[in-house]
């Protein structure tokens, strides 16, 4: 089991998409509706099963310890090869604790230019851009709302974009960074090492098999004929462009500074800058 | 000491517990709701999961800032406050976990259900957290019909047959969930001082009376789906959707009580009819829901 964390929009079903084709590899037909076996973190379901809890009787601050103390036995209670996706901040709401402190557990963190984050993230939530800047920039930033439980999913506390990279990056250094870009643009590379910090030891042929069948352009394919489950219901398409630098043609200068003001300093680090 | 009845059950408690119904003080105990202190671990523990520990007719729940909670024998549950609880929050994991437990050690099968009473017979509406079972139950209370139980129907094997009773005399709403039932906040009290869900008065106590089990439909929520379907669920399916019901089933291996709830579920599924619900979400599928559902059971 391994963990898939990442700030929300920034391409972490690719991933997923990449793997299922590598562990199918030649030997069967790839479907959007059935990647890898993947838990998502949030899910409610995860309480009422392994917990004696009911997820909607607790109190957000309830919920985050309950989860942490989950988290930290999840890979004994779960799939051995499978996933679990994680929007969450490493951090507990409010508290300077850790969400994930078990260092022995595998954890790729996948970041995207937060310019094309708001953009991507406006258009899944149904936000204006400058909304989505806002949440972007938000120490406070919960996705969901952390007094209403009585969802499937409940509220994730984020943070904000930088804050919520500093979490995973340097609360959890174990963890695999992989930049969004890195999988457009070294493509090859970019895969291996996450088949390689995995500890599968696929070919090179069979990597490369698996990237091309995880294109961005045949996973709209399948989407325009089939609903992808997982995808927004407001939305049609949750495949949407699957481009970096989009940002170019759509923010403002101004918009693109109250971004870079807040978040220039990791943004440099990631070479967005 | 304060008297109640709790599913059939005389319950003595030293705690005051206006949702439960009230009891009669010259009937004979059969559980004891006590005030008393709870170590923190519990001794020669057989599962240890979060928050709770578990060995044969033995069950803890700790609930860090809230109280510790011990069930010996199904027969008593000792409650230790923790300084400066809200009460109200002691009682949320009293009426749900506590009493899980408190069930299993009883010897009935909790199913995680809201239930209602019809012409003698009882109802039960199975699902997930937030699958709606309280609000159709609630929705089905304002058309007239008994409400039993909201979120935990205890099914008691009367001679083997499956029977039900009533329990607390409250279910838990979300105010959009009152919304649509027609109900405001007002005169309502929050179950939790940090949560915005609602308990709603059961308005009839009928706590002598059985109810022999007769069907459980299973609520589903699909948001793929704008149209509410109803499949009858038989074969090899029934048993294993309908183990899948058990309220705090992970407490059963501790407890050492499998083949027990095995047996339990397999004579349920002999007697009962099951029905899977898909429900769209929107407030037409809530009155198309209760509309169904007289259809079925014969209102």
């Known amino acids: 089991m391994f963990w898939l964390a990442s700030y929300p929009k920034s391409g972490n079903t690719w991933i997923r998409v990449f793997l299922t084709n590598l562990i199918i590899g030649g030997k069967g037909t790839f479907n959007i509706n059935q990647l890898m076996k993947t838990y998502f973190a949030n899910d409610n379901q995860l309480i009422e099963h392994f917990t004696p809890f009911e997820p909607s009787e607790l109190t957000f601050q309830e919920l985050e310890n309950v989860r942490k103390r989950l988290f930290h036995q999840l890979p004994k209670l779960v799939l051995k090869e499978s996933c679990v996706k994680i929007h969450h901040a490493n951090q507990l709401f409010q508290l300077n604790e850790s969400l994930l402190s078990d260092l022995s557990q595998k954890v790729i963190y996948v970041v995207r230019n937060p310019l094309d984050v708001v953009i991507s993230l406006a258009y899944h939530q149904q936000w204006s851009i400058d909304q989505s800047i806002e949440f972007l920039n938000n120490n406070n930033a919960i996705m969901g709302n952390p007094t209403k439980l009585n969802q499937r999913m409940s509220a994730d506390f984020l943070s904000s974009w930088s804050r919520h990279y500093r979490s995973w990056k340097v609360g959890y250094p174990e963890c695999l960074v992989i930049r969004y870009e890195d999988m457009l643009e070294n493509e090859w590379i970019t895969f291996s090492s996450i088949s390689k910090y995995l500890g599968f030891s696929f070919t090179k042929g069979e990597i490369n098999e698996a990237i091309i069948k995880s294109k961005i352009g045949l996973l709209q394919k399948q989407e325009a004929k089939t609903r992808f489950k997982e995808g927004s219901i407001v939305n049609q398409n949750f495949f949407r462009k699957g481009i970096s630098g989009e940002w170019k043609s759509i923010l403002i200068p101004e918009q693109i500074e109250r971004i870079v003001s807040r978040h220039g300093l990791v943004m440099e680090e990631l070479n967005y800058l | ?299």
């Open chain 2, 1 to 299: 000491m304060h008297y109640y009845t709790l599913f059939g059950w005389n319950v003595a408690s030293e705690f005051e517990l206006p949702e439960l119904f009230e009891g009669d003080h010259e009937k004979e105990v059969e559980i004891k709701i006590l005030a008393k202190e709870v170590a923190k671990e519990l001794k020669g523990v057989k599962k240890k999961g979060i928050g709770f520990q578990v060995k044969p007719g033995h069950y803890q729940l700790n609930i860090d800032g809230v109280a510790r909670f011990y069930v010996i024998e199904g027969r008593e549950i000792q409650i230790d406050i923790a300084p400066n609880a809200d009460f109200k929050d002691v009682k949320v994991f009293l009426f749900a976990s506590v009493l899980g437990g408190l069930c299993h050690l009883r010897s009935t099968l909790p199913i995680h259900a809201s239930a209602v009473a019809n012409r003698g017979y009882s109802y039960l509406f199975a699902g997930n957290s937030g699958s709606g079972k309280s609000t159709l139950v609630a929705a089905l209370q304002k058309e007239g019909l008994l409400a039993l139980n909201d979120d935990l129907s205890p099914i008691v094997f009367a001679d083997d047959n499956a029977v039900l009773n009533q329990g607390i005399g409250r279910m838990k709403l979300w105010p959009d969930a009152l919304k649509m039932l027609g109900k405001t906040t007002n005169r309502l009290y929050q179950i939790r001082s940090d949560l915005e869900k609602y308990a709603l008065e059961i308005e009839t106590a009928e706590t002598s009376k059985e109810f022999p089990v007769k069907s459980i439909f299973i609520l589903c929520p699909n948001i793929y789906t704008k149209k509410l379907t109803i499949k009858k669920v038989e074969g090899k399916e029934k048993l294993v959707k309908l183990m899948r019901q058990t309220y705090r089933s992970q407490l059963i291996n501790g407890f050492e009580l499998e083949q027990e709830h095995f047996r339990k579920c397999a004579l349920l599924s002999n007697q009962v009819d099951l029905y899977e619900i898909q429900q769209p979400r929107s407030v037409p599928s809530l009155n198309e829901q209760v509309a169904l559902i007289k259809k079925y059971i014969g209102v």
